[in-house]
């Protein structure tokens, strides 16, 4: 199983890249349901809910401009 890098963890000095990488997984056409985007999230990149929801809200935004 891969392991994400300490940098990229809570605290860790690429967060923010890690967030912005977040936004383009949940607007990416891949086959994962959003339940699963949500675990993997928050379980193994260790965004709390407020994080998510705030990627989340960036993702539905972003996608609603490109109209």
Do not use: C
């Amino acid at each position: 199983m891969k392991t994400i890098k300490p940098e990229y963890l809570p605290g860790g000095a690429k967060r923010e890249q890690a967030k912005k990488d977040a936004v383009k997984y949940l607007q990416a056409k891949i086959p994962v349901t959003q339940q699963g985007r949500h675990e993997f999230l928050t379980t193994v990149l260790k965004f709390t809910e407020t994080e998510y929801l705030d990627i989340l809200n960036q993702a539905s935004s972003g996608a609603l401009t490109e109209w």
